[in-house]
């Protein structure tokens, strides 16, 4: 991520990084340490705890020609901006009559399993993807964390992405190269024949480690990696589940009102004939985060939890 | 609890007009009971005693609930329930003085049916292979069938099927029961799905029997030709000028067949039938059509069709000419989305430039798929068999 704000700092100065702590702090996730020495306090603004105003002045600020990147410490304080998020940014190009659009990316993380308690640890990107007037995005791979946000600077119209804070400390390998990627488009991560597993974000790696494991039992799982909940790949999710004829969609929100509701709604919209098992989901327990270790495993989706739930749409039981 | 009208799903017994012990006749009013529709009297079409009373004033109980028992002539005529299913107990509601009660006849209820758990996909699956789904054992979540269990069941009864089936008659035995089994669910899904139209014609076979009389004078016995192989070779030539008789319906909307490819419906000797297919039968001449004929006819009841041959039709034709059948309105084999039937050639007076004559004629029948084509089509259809009929040197 930082490689990507550096390089989105570098090649268009209309950039700017937004946010609480990203200056003298370096970003409470580190993501933008250094980059205040290197581009100075113009470009590295650090702002007042107060989420709906450096939101709204990002808004501003993208009405005004910038290209601000406002980053926003979790999910659950960017409730603080749903008004500015939501009411403004989302609409001001329809209300405008196509006069002001809104080319601004919020960042913001995403997820729990980093005992951070109920206060930073849901996955509310479910919401926003209910929103028209915005794009949601949810990098999980290297590539794509590397790769979206210049994608979505040059889009014209606001874009959010929801970075899950476990993925910030996985390591890999990133071709010297890596650039800008499309966001159009879900990704086949794994192909198999007998059920599509669904999902993003903090659940893309558990969910293909749960694909090797029923791969051992002889069960041929594809992983089909969304990328982006709003717009919705819907062609991507209907071609994987018309070749397997079955589905599970792991997602670390929470189950009612949810994005993996939608999912499983556009597949009975378009895929109904296709289908030799109800449409199944792994998702968070229903309660506000807890903080203690063991609970909060036990809240969100894991591998054990997602093998059972492919096992039981596959085989008929667990 | 009776059914007191089709919506009708509960009814609450208001009051009952018998007791224990009561005798009652056929016609008595046995119970009032409340309904969305107001307080009506149920009647009893039973003579005998009343035994016992299992649904207590207030309570709601879904239609077909066992309400109480009778006997006849001391004899209990209905076993009771385990229980009956009580929906809700509420305080019996008086009947209202001005609500006058109707007395209507009761409807006997019909239990309602268990509900087959079948995928989608499974259900899409067998409805194309035929196969019954209440006789399938289900092996996905909570016992519902799978595309696999139908894929597995159609396996199993295939050497038994009719039209799909290369083991059909075999000398190793004939189930003769499955093949009526998948026969039974072919014709019913043929005419749950399609909406059949049914035309016919009389066509005048002088110049073709003539034709046929002369050419196997000139012949060996053994390769004498049959007037079968002249329809046949017709109906595939009338084909061409129409392809929306030839090919399937399926996954809601009409693919043509490559060819023109004639299913022969041919009745086994120990019952059942089985349709194998001519191939190309508009390529063909008149000698191959009668060879193909006698060979399928001869394999058919020796049981060594091939398996290409009783999936191939893009057609049907049944001639129950021999079995003295005047027309046949025939049930379409889906997915095919046609039907041609003859019947019998008997000699009628016919009139022509004001003359009556008599005339070998043969009643020609199309049962077709109104989803794919219409009436005026299936007219010039019948219209173009009989012209070829009238130019039989040239099939």
């Given at each position: 991520?930082?490689?990507?704000?550096?390089?989105?700092?570098?090649?268009?100065?209309?950039?700017?990084?937004?946010?609480?702590?990203?200056?003298?702090?370096?970003?409470?996730?580190?993501?933008?340490?250094?980059?205040?020495?290197?581009?100075?306090?113009?470009?590295?603004?650090?702002?007042?705890?107060?989420?709906?105003?450096?939101?709204?002045?990002?808004?501003?600020?993208?009405?005004?020609?910038?290209?601000?990147?406002?980053?926003?410490?979790?999910?659950?304080?960017?409730?603080?901006?749903?008004?500015?998020?939501?009411?403004?940014?989302?609409?001001?190009?329809?209300?405008?009559?196509?006069?002001?659009?809104?080319?601004?990316?919020?960042?913001?993380?995403?997820?729990?399993?980093?005992?951070?308690?109920?206060?930073?640890?849901?996955?509310?990107?479910?919401?926003?993807?209910?929103?028209?007037?915005?794009?949601?995005?949810?990098?999980?791979?290297?590539?794509?964390?590397?790769?979206?946000?210049?994608?979505?600077?040059?889009?014209?119209?606001?874009?959010?992405?929801?970075?899950?804070?476990?993925?910030?400390?996985?390591?890999?390998?990133?071709?010297?190269?890596?650039?800008?990627?499309?966001?159009?488009?879900?990704?086949?991560?794994?192909?198999?024949?007998?059920?599509?597993?669904?999902?993003?974000?903090?659940?893309?790696?558990?969910?293909?480690?749960?694909?090797?494991?029923?791969?051992?039992?002889?069960?041929?799982?594809?992983?089909?990696?969304?990328?982006?909940?709003?717009?919705?790949?819907?062609?991507?999710?209907?071609?994987?589940?018309?070749?397997?004829?079955?589905?599970?969609?792991?997602?670390?929100?929470?189950?009612?009102?949810?994005?993996?509701?939608?999912?499983?709604?556009?597949?009975?919209?378009?895929?109904?004939?296709?289908?030799?098992?109800?449409?199944?989901?792994?998702?968070?327990?229903?309660?506000?985060?807890?903080?203690?270790?063991?609970?909060?495993?036990?809240?969100?989706?894991?591998?054990?939890?997602?093998?059972?739930?492919?096992?039981?749409?596959?085989?008929?039981?667990? | 609890m009776p059914?007191?009208?089709?919506?009708?799903?509960?009814g609450?017994v208001v009051d009952w007009r018998v007791k224990p012990g009561d005798t009652v006749k056929r016609g008595d009013v046995v119970a009032l009971v409340?309904?969305?529709?107001?307080?009506?009297e149920v009647e009893i079409f039973e003579t005998g005693v009343i035994e016992s009373l299992v649904v207590q004033p207030g309570q709601?109980v879904?239609?077909?609930a066992t309400l109480a028992i009778l006997s006849a002539d001391g004899k209990k005529i209905e076993a009771p329930p385990?229980?009956p299913?009580?929906?809700?107990?509420?305080?019996a509601?008086?009947?209202?003085?001005?609500?006058?009660?109707?007395?209507?006849?009761i409807?006997?209820?019909?239990?309602?049916?268990?509900?087959?758990?079948?995928?989608?996909?499974?259900?899409?699956?067998?409805?194309?292979?035929?196969?019954?789904?209440?006789?399938?054992?289900?092996?996905?979540?909570?016992?519902?069938?799978?595309?696999?269990?139908?894929?597995?069941?159609?396996?199993?009864?295939?050497?038994?099927?009719?039209?799909?089936?290369?083991?059909?008659?075999?000398?190793?035995?004939?189930?003769?029961?499955?093949?009526?089994?998948?026969?039974?669910?072919?014709?019913?899904?043929?005419?749950?799905?399609?909406?059949?139209?049914?035309?016919?014609?009389?066509?005048?076979?002088?110049?073709?029997?003539?034709?046929?009389?002369?050419?196997?004078?000139?012949?060996?016995?053994?390769?004498?030709?049959?007037?079968?192989?002249?329809?046949?070779?017709?109906?595939?030539?009338?084909?061409?000028?129409?392809?929306?008789?030839?090919?399937?319906?399926?996954?809601?909307?009409?693919?043509?067949?490559?060819?023109?490819?004639?299913?022969?419906?041919?009745?086994?000797?120990?019952?059942?039938?089985?349709?194998?297919?001519?191939?190309?039968?508009?390529?063909?001449?008149?000698?191959?059509?009668?060879?193909?004929?006698?060979?399928?006819?001869?394999?058919?009841?020796?049981?060594?069709?091939?398996?290409?041959?009783?999936?191939?039709?893009?057609?049907?034709?049944?001639?129950?000419?021999?079995?003295?059948?005047?027309?046949?309105?025939?049930?379409?084999?889906?997915?095919?989305?046609?039907?041609?039937?003859?019947?019998?050639?008997?000699?009628?007076?016919?009139?022509?430039?004001?003359?009556?004559?008599?005339?070998?004629?043969?009643?020609?029948?199309?049962?077709?798929?109104?989803?794919?084509?219409?009436?005026?089509?299936?007219?010039?259809?019948?219209?173009?068999?009989?012209?070829?009929?009238?130019?039989?040197?040239?099939?």
């Amino acid at each position: 991520m930082r490689a990507a704000i550096r390089d989105a700092l570098l090649r268009d100065e209309r950039v700017f990084l937004m946010g609480e702590d990203v200056g003298r702090y370096g970003g409470c996730f580190a993501v933008s340490k250094g980059l205040l020495d290197e581009f100075g306090p113009e470009r590295i603004r650090d702002t007042p705890l107060s989420e709906s105003a450096f939101v709204g002045a990002g808004i501003g600020a993208a009405m005004g020609g910038a290209r601000p990147i406002v980053e926003i410490m979790t999910v659950n304080f960017s409730l603080l901006a749903l008004d500015q998020i939501v009411n403004n940014a989302a609409t001001i190009l329809h209300m405008s009559g196509g006069q002001f659009n809104i080319p601004l990316v919020i960042r913001m993380t995403t997820g729990a399993g980093r005992q951070l308690a109920a206060q930073h640890s849901h996955s509310l990107e479910g919401w926003y993807a209910h929103i028209p007037g915005i794009k949601v995005l949810t990098p999980a791979t290297l590539e794509d964390a590397r790769g979206m946000l210049w994608t979505a600077l040059e889009d014209p119209d606001p874009v959010l992405i929801f970075e899950n804070g476990l993925l910030y400390n996985m390591e890999g390998e990133l071709a010297a190269d890596a650039g800008a990627v499309e966001i159009s488009k879900a990704a086949i991560r794994r192909a198999g024949q007998q059920i599509s597993l669904i999902t993003y974000g903090g659940t893309l790696f558990k969910t293909l480690q749960a694909a090797e494991d029923l791969a051992r039992e002889g069960i041929d799982a594809e992983v089909v990696d969304l990328r982006t909940l709003r717009p919705l790949d819907t062609a991507t999710i209907i071609d994987s589940v018309s070749r397997t004829h079955r589905a599970l969609i792991v997602d670390e929100g929470w189950k009612s009102g949810s994005i993996s509701a939608e999912i499983m709604a556009r597949i009975m919209e378009n895929a109904f004939y296709e289908l030799d098992a109800p449409v199944a989901r792994v998702c968070s327990v229903e309660v506000p985060m807890p903080y203690p270790k063991h609970l909060e495993d036990a809240a969100i989706p894991q591998v054990p939890g997602i093998v059972a739930a492919a096992r039981r749409v596959v085989i008929g039981h667990e | 609890m009776p059914s007191l009208g089709a919506d009708m799903q509960f009814g609450t017994v208001v009051d009952w007009r018998v007791k224990p012990g009561d005798t009652v006749k056929r016609g008595d009013v046995v119970a009032l009971v409340e309904t969305e529709k107001g307080v009506i009297e149920v009647e009893i079409f039973e003579t005998g005693v009343i035994e016992s009373l299992v649904v207590q004033p207030g309570q709601k109980v879904p239609v077909g609930a066992t309400l109480a028992i009778l006997s006849a002539d001391g004899k209990k005529i209905e076993a009771p329930p385990a229980k009956p299913a009580v929906i809700s107990t509420v305080p019996a509601a008086p009947v209202k003085e001005t609500a006058a009660p109707v007395t209507i006849p009761i409807v006997p209820a019909v239990e309602p049916s268990v509900r087959l758990r079948v995928s989608p996909l499974a259900r899409k699956r067998a409805q194309e292979l035929g196969v019954d789904l209440p006789s399938i054992p289900g092996t996905g979540a909570d016992g519902s069938i799978t595309i696999a269990d139908v894929e597995r069941s159609a396996e199993r009864v295939k050497p038994a099927a009719p039209a799909v089936s290369p083991a059909v008659g075999a000398a190793k035995g004939l189930d003769l029961s499955a093949m009526r089994r998948v026969i039974a669910a072919a014709m019913a899904r043929s005419k749950r799905e399609i909406p059949h139209y049914y035309l016919s014609t009389t066509i005048d076979m002088r110049r073709a029997l003539d034709w046929l009389a002369a050419e196997n004078t000139k012949r060996p016995v053994t390769q004498r030709l049959l007037y079968s192989a002249l329809l046949i070779r017709a109906v595939a030539l009338a084909l061409r000028t129409t392809p929306e008789l030839n090919g399937f319906w399926i996954d809601n909307g009409f693919k043509p067949a490559d060819g023109i490819h004639i299913g022969v419906a041919i009745s086994l000797r120990q019952g059942g039938l089985i349709n194998p297919a001519i191939h190309d039968v508009d390529k063909k001449n008149l000698d191959e059509v009668m060879g193909n004929i006698l060979d399928l006819v001869n394999r058919a009841r020796t049981g060594h069709l091939r398996s290409s041959e009783l999936s191939d039709g893009t057609i049907t034709v049944t001639n129950l000419g021999e079995q003295g059948v005047e027309s046949v309105f025939g049930v379409i084999y889906p997915p095919q989305v046609a039907l041609v039937g003859f019947g019998k050639i008997t000699e009628r007076p016919v009139a022509a430039n004001g003359m009556v004559g008599a005339r070998p004629m043969i009643e020609a029948t199309l049962a077709a798929d109104h989803r794919v084509s219409d009436g005026h089509r299936g007219g010039r259809f019948l219209v173009a068999i009989d012209r070829l009929l009238q130019e039989p040197e040239k099939l």
